[in-house]
């Protein structure tokens, strides 16, 4: 992960996300009163673009660490619209990669060490805070509907075997039993995993910053320049700061940088209706579990509250897909695996993006004078964002050492530009999902 330098001005025009429809989990709580947009010109030390996992920790820490600096995060939506609530809530501090291998077991220990770190910081300030997320170590299941993901388990089995990760192996009947499913061939249940409402997460990381911190919602950022430090344009306002972090994840190529190193990829959520009382054994006896798919394009299941069921699968490069055809093809996965449930309708359908990098690995580091980024945190950025925003803020201030870690993630390689993007995306992604089969 190193340091990217541009010279000269930098005057982009900006797109931010806006998705069509609002975040169900969002939908699922009591409305939130956002902070006020920014109405004003403002000068700051540290700027911060975006209020996701990644942008809350870097101005938690920066504050942390220096309480005198003066910090802004500005954010283009409200706090619980954008992907840090559209997730599927699925966190921890194990590392082990779905397609992981022996080789690879030392390199996901080291990890498991910064993660573990970043992840008891996080659970901190949950904790002294009193953020109710509905935090559960329910654990997860990953699991496999075909001979070739269940090949791939296997692996990952060997890797969490001899990185002692507390795991227990599921039959067709344990996870049948577990999630009312005879879906899944095999299944590997892990025991440190948290699942939690997202949305009331990152809404109760946004209203528990610390006062200093200066947040403004609804507020875009849509062009940045440098001059003697950053300026940074909104539609009422300009921000003026020494330093500036980019933590819009998937939405960092739109200012400019690490084009070449990250794509905006969309996926896709829907929940169920309640379902009635007398059916609530349809989807298994465990009060709350979460599976994952044993192949990166497969589909992500999750139990929500008492009675309802969550369905993640889908992706799009660069653009949403057509409304209908996503509901249609999110309501084939779910009724492959509830035939029973057929007559249940979806309550919420919605779209998230990511940051896809080509090698998985996460870009992090100096990215211009005084411009630092984070981004490709890909399906773990509660952890990772948490994580990497953390290192983030101390390398803005020259704190600490981050080499070990930063070797330890990678870095996100090269990826090839328009039109050979889209054409290598819908290539992959065919031949991807001829292997993934059923286990979409
Ligand atoms: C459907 C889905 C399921 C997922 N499941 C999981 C899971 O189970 N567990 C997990 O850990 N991760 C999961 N992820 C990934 C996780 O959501 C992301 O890794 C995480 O949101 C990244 O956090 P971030 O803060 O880096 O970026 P983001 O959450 O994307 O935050 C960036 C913020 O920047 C803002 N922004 C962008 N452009 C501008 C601009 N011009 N001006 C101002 N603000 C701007 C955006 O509005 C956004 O709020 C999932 C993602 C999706 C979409």
Known sequence: MRSLHCSG?????????????????????????????????????????GAGYTGLAVARRLHELNPDTRIAVIEATTVGEGSSARNSGFTGSDVLPRNASIEMAEKARIQTGFFTEAFDWLMS???????????????????AATELGEASLRNVLEVARANKIAHTVLSRDDIHRRIGTSYY???????????????ALI?????????????????PVTAI???????????????KCKKLALATNAFIPKFGYLKSRMATIYTYAAVTEEIADDRIGEIGESAAWGLLPSHRLGTTLRRIGRNRVMVRSLYAHEGELDGAYAARKLRDRFERRWPNLRDVQFEYLWAGTTAFTMNGAPWWGQADDGLYASGGCNGSGIAKGTMLGRHLAELMLGFGEHDKMAASMGTASWIAPEPFRSIGFNVISTLESRKAGLEM
């Open 9 to 49: 001005i930098k005057m982009a025009k900006l797109t931010y996300p806006r998705y069509s429809n609002l975040c169900g989990w969002n939908a699922m709580l009591p409305p939130r009163q956002p902070r006020p947009s920014l109405q004003q010109d403002l000068t700051v030390d540290y700027a911060i673009i």
């Open 125 to 143: 300030i949950v904790r002294d805070n009193g953020i109710g997320c509905d935090l559960k170590q329910a654990g997860s299941i990953r699991g």
């Open 185 to 199: 061939r095999f299944g590997i249940y892990m025991q440190d995993t948290w699942l939690l409402q997202p949305a």
């Open 203 to 219: 809404r109760g990381l946004a209203d528990a910053l610390p006062a200093p911190i200066q947040l403004f919602e609804n507020t």
């Open 225 to 239: 320049r440098k001059s003697d430090g950053w300026v940074l344009e909104t539609p009422n306002g300009v921000v």
